[in-house]
Each structure stands twice: as C-alpha cells, then as structure tokens.
C-alpha cells in the first residue's frame, strides 16, 4: 500500500496543468469520467434539497427559511414543466397539419384540389 501522506506531498508539488492532465490520464486509464457523475446528479442534488426542506435528510434548514425555501419551490414547480408544455402545444399543432395535409392526399386514381386547381387554370 503507498504512503497516503507522501503521495498526498507529491500530489501537492503539482501545477494546475499537470493536475488537469493527471485527471484526464486517470479517466483514461480507468474507464471513469467525473463529469457524466456530476451531470447525472443535477436532479438528484434539487431532490435531496427539497426532501430536507420537507424534513428528510439533513436538516440544515430552520423555522422561516424552510418555510421560504418550500413556498419558493412550490409556487415555481409549474414552471418546471413548462417546457413539456410548449413541446406538447406544438405536436399538437403538427398533427392538425399533417391530418389536413393527408386530407389533400389523392385517395385512388383522383388528383388532389389543389392539383385539379391548377390543371384547370392551364387549360
């Protein structure tokens, strides 16, 4: 087993690029990657924050700034779905275009109106 403390000695000596590139040759060498965990848990960080405002977890909160804290994330909980909301507003709108486009689809030997139209104005 290394000497923890002179390792600890040695790691200090480093600059800033050869910490940065003895990081990355970690990664490399041993199939991890420090920011797929740290991107992985952004949700896990705002649910383990809510629960200790709810009285889970550490309690790091008291009295008036709990109650802060949870009328804050509450009132802008909609707002987190937001997104969901505009993406599922405009499939909607999509698949009415598409349903009066396919309206327009010849069904058999018929041409389109708007095929028709046109074949009549040149004639």
Request: charged fraction near 20%; hydrophobic fraction near 50%.
């Amino acid at each position: 087993m290394a000497d923890i403390a002179k390792l600890v000695e040695e790691l200090s000596k480093l600059t800033v690029m050869e910490a940065a590139e003895l990081a990355k040759t970690l990664e490399t060498e041993w199939g991890v990657s420090a920011a797929a965990a740290v991107a992985g848990d952004a949700y896990g960080v705002v649910a383990r924050y809510i629960a200790s405002l709810a009285g889970f977890g550490p309690r790091d909160h008291r009295g008036l700034e709990r109650f802060a804290c949870l009328l804050f994330a509450a009132v802008s909980l909609p707002a987190q779905f937001l997104p969901l909301a505009l993406a599922h507003a405009s499939k909607r709108g999509e698949r009415a275009a598409v349903k009066q486009g396919a309206g327009m689809l010849p069904s058999g030997d018929a041409a389109p109106p708007i095929v028709a139209q046109v074949e009549g104005a040149c004639e």
